[in-house]
């Protein structure tokens, strides 16, 4: 049976380069409304990039991202405003102000963009502090919270004006296995009351599937497989199976190449050929 | 958001249905301080309510924090589904005065 629910994310065919070097190779993926997407693969892989792709921070070389039904790369300054009104984002350092309290950072998106009064922008700045079980946290600065409280209160932030996209960069990392997992599971609550459509960057394979509804899994910036956690987890793919199983990989070598980066020689640009090559003093 | 208001048993029900969200809510809650001023018993009926978010939640708190400190009633009765999992999010079922139905809210 199809699905039926609205798409509100939609990339389609999307290239990227950080200078010549490619990063995404003709990606494209839907998150439907109310899903769990987890974007997962190992360092390096572009899971970082597509998410900023995804934010509207970087442009592509070529292919679409559409955010709740506008084209982040070509919508007006004015419409990418809205969106991002629409849009929560919990960054993985946490991206606090340090000079603000904690319960300023959370305000602060609604003093920003709307017009509420100040005793509603206050319970609703508790409320989410409660969401996230930092009750009473609200006059602390950032500086006199833990890791896991700044991955909370970020969270409290990425979700202060009830967005309907909320995306998630590694939510877990470096926090230790009971509270990585009351974030999951804070995350599947804000889902299921909100109906929120969440995406999550993530390295992290148990949060991945604990919460996901499907997985990307990327591999040196191709989709290498986009499903289900159960057809994931049962894929005959020896690479994907060699992450879940934490195998590493040995690199290929090629030794041209490897040899040029020894000695320090640039790589061949496009459009050289060897006899150029040759004829180089 | 549709906000209608009706005399029932002596109390004000608000029927309450629609998306209540931030475009909506400054409406919402200036309908409830008026008649939280007015001290009246206030029954909020959210049967019809498909989504709300925590502006209109926080709303129907700083109302109901009035009809404490004012002595008045005010229930919240009927809450659809989609409200009540919002309100158990924050854990605010165990707060608020929440009646199944509205009769049941009137004559409590």
Known sequence: MSDTRRVTVEVRRLNTHYGTRQILKDVSLDVRE?????????????????????????RPTSGTVKVLGKDINTASALDVQELRTRMGVAFQSG?????????????????????????TIGIMTRLKLEVVSLAGFEDLMPSELSGGMIKRAALARAIVMDPKLL?????????????????????????????MSIVVVTHDLDSAFKIADRICVLDQGDVLALDTVAAIRNSPNERIQNLLNRRTEEAEVDPDAYLRRLLGERARQDGEDDSQQRHLP | MNLDKREHMGAVVVELAGEVDL???PRLRKALMELMLEHRDVVVDMG?????????????????????????????????????????????????????????????
């Open chain 1, 95 to 119: 991206a606090l102000f340090s000079s603000m309290s904690v319960g300023d950072n959370i305000a602060l998106p609604l003093r920003e963009h709307t017009r509420l009064d100040a005793m």
């Open chain 1, 34 to 58: 109310g899903e769990i997407m987890v974007i997962m693969g190992g360092s390096g892989s572009g899971k970082s990039t597509l998410l900023n792709h995804l934010l509207g921070l970087l």
């Open chain 1, 167 to 195: 995306f998630c960069d590694e939510p877990s990392a470096g926090l230790d296995p009971v509270v990585a997992s009351s974030i999951d599971d804070l995350i599947l609550r804000l889902r299921d009351a909100m109906g």
């Open chain 2, 23 to 25: 475009q909506h809510s």
């Open chain 2, 48 to 108: 019809g309510v498909s989504y709300i978010d925590s502006s209109g939640i926080a709303s129907l708190v700083e109302a109901y924090q009035m009809a404490r400190k004012g002595g008045g009633r005010f229930i919240l009765a009927a809450v659809s589904q989609p409200a009540l999992r919002v309100l158990q999010l924050a854990r605010l079922d165990k707060v608020f005065a929440i009646a199944e139905t509205v009769d049941g809210a009137v004559g409590a």
